[in-house]
């Protein structure tokens, strides 16, 4: 792998992170590019120029037949081919936010048994039934094989969604999540470091406050916060405080699941 990784960056069509997600792998020390997905889905073997995908964040085609899911269909019936090739081929794919639910819509997680077309979870609409944005508080869980989240204990990250709330009615399906380490990350309260159960430590009343989740691999991660929204110390809400306290970061604590998606690729 070369010393800056290729990353290609699917934009259009109501996404609208595309500069931050940018500027994010690339301070991270990859080398990004933006593709809008009409283009990719006129050439879908374009994928295979890169060593990692990621979805971002905003409100594809508007959210109107739900988060994600014109996208996702979109991608499964134009790309199914190149985009299970480059799966199969042990390649790095990041979703956030709307990106983690095109993911989820897609199959792509939990991605169980090698089928990455099935969806098998659901992201719904919030408990408290409005679009939420205000900064939560996550636990990286140390069994789970998720590159993007190796090494990292706590985070506090910005949420910005309408729905986020992970569901599903198959308990099974709950229990091999749980079981195989797919859970990468969880709202906690940040007093007691548990997992959390209510608005607004956890903003949409997540299963078993999930905030993202991989497949079996670790390679596939999707999540609703934005870590592309705490790349510089000075993004977090309390950072005056943080610099007189003398407990500002280098850097935005977002930056580390890019460095750590980086270090793989290289």
């Not at 301070?27 to 374009?46: C, F, I, N, T």
Request: charge should be neutral; glycine fraction near 10%.
């Amino acid at each position: 792998m070369s010393a800056k990784p290729p990353v290609l960056i699917i934009t259009g069509y109501g996404l609208n992170c595309e500069a931050e997600s940018k500027h994010a792998w690339e301070l991270a020390g990859a080398a990004p590019q933006l593709v809008h997905l009409s283009d990719l889905l006129e050439k879908p073997a374009r994928l295979h120029d890169f060593a990692a995908l990621m979805f971002i964040g905003g409100f594809s085609f508007g959210d109107h037949m739900g988060s994600g899911h014109v996208f996702a269909s979109r991608v499964r019936h134009r790309m199914r081919e190149d985009l299970g090739r480059f799966v199969a081929d042990g390649k790095l794919i990041l979703g956030v936010c709307n990106g983690f639910q095109i993911m989820v819509k897609l199959g792509l997680i939990p991605g169980f048994d090698g089928d990455v077309f099935t969806q098998k979870l659901s992201l719904m609409q919030n408990d408290v039934g409005t679009f939420r944005n205000l900064w939560v508080t996550l636990r990286f869980e140390p069994k789970s094989p998720c590159v993007f989240t190796r090494g990292l204990d706590r985070m506090p990250l910005p949420v910005r969604h309408g729905e986020g709330k992970i569901f599903t009615l198959d308990k099974a399906l709950v229990e091999r999540i749980e079981a195989e380490g797919c859970v990468a990350c969880r709202y906690i309260d940040p007093a007691t470091g548990e997992p959390a159960t209510a608005y607004p430590e956890n903003p949409n009343g997540s299963l078993h406050a999930i905030a993202g989740l991989c497949d079996p691999t670790g390679r596939i991660f999707g999540l609703m916060p934005h870590p592309e929204a705490y790349l510089h110390a000075d993004n977090h809400p309390l950072a005056v405080r943080q610099r007189i306290d003398g407990v500002l970061p280098e850097h935005g604590r977002g930056l580390e699941i890019f460095r750590n998606a980086v270090r793989h690729l290289c």
